[in-house]
């Protein structure tokens, strides 16, 4: 079922759901399983797996290194297949402009479509590791709306080079990505919620918000975003704290403000185990406030590990 009727038909209760992220390369699905099995009692009617880009790795050869691109995390739509076999819950895998020709996204798309995959995220991707900016690939798409187009052409029957579709046209459901903080390269918030509105307008079904740890951003952005015409759900995307480290490494990577107060609490902790605690409790407050703004949906950055997710769930669904 698409994101969009599952929302319709909570008839404005708040749904959970969360976003994991592929094993590395040369690891069991195993492990992924034991971390989704405990969430599961929460029933999440979606749950999206992340695709990550490629990067080059230094092979040893001869005495010389060899450079060779390789994506780390490969097997996102064969996790999407394998938890909706497994679980019986509708999954989104995240489709990227980066490191992909339209070629490759017909055929991946094809595949999601033959698999019963009905929604998908439209991403641009970031710039790969050793880059600056983002490029886009050769025969690729430069910004998520070109992916939002070809999406939509394909459930029209419009695939590349003139081919039509006979018959059994797909029909996905799209989300693309929203910043309450706006993205790092735009050039404001302003400018960034028009690209947003360009991508709602080129097809987009429903938003999916970047991390954010005051909800007052998430609140003016949905607002801005409604001034703006943009009238699909924005779903709200939240992660707790987990580690120290975090205070640093989140805003470097996500360009997002953290808290006063968050800080301060976290500054308090003597181990990670006291702040991963901070995280959980701040998490809580955050859902319960967004539960009565009357959110669609919590969706929850897992990373890869459940626990933390799971204590929130538990306190909140
Ligand atoms: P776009 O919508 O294309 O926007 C990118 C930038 O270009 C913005 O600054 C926008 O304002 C600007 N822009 C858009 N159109 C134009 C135009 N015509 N002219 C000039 N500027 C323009 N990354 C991954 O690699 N894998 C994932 O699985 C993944 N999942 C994500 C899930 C969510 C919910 C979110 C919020 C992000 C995710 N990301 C993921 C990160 C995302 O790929 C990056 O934030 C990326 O830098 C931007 O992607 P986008 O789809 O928002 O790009």
Redesign the pocket.
Known sequence: MKVTEHIKQAKGKTLFSF?IIPPKKGNSIQELYRNIDPLMEFNPPFIDV????EEYVYIEKGGLLDRKITRMRPGTVGICAAIKHKYDVDTVP?V???GFTKEETEYLLVDCHYLGIQNV??????AMKHQNY?EATKGGHQ???GLVEQIQNLNQGKYLHDVMEADGCSDFCIG????PEK????PSLK??LK?LR??VDAGADYV???MFFDNQKYFEFVEAAKDMGIDVPIIP?IKPIAIAKHLQLLPQVFKIDLPEDLITAVEGCKTNKEVRQVGVEWCIQQSKELIDYGVPVLHYYSMGKSSNVQQIASAIF
Request: with cysteine; aromatic share 8%; glycine share 12%.
């Open positions: 976003e992340t695709t990550s880009r995240h990227l402009c980066g995220m439209a991403l641009r991707g970031d983002f910004y998520a709306k693309v990505a929203g910043y993205h790092i390269e735009s400018s960034d690209r360009e991508k999916v918000t970047q995307g």
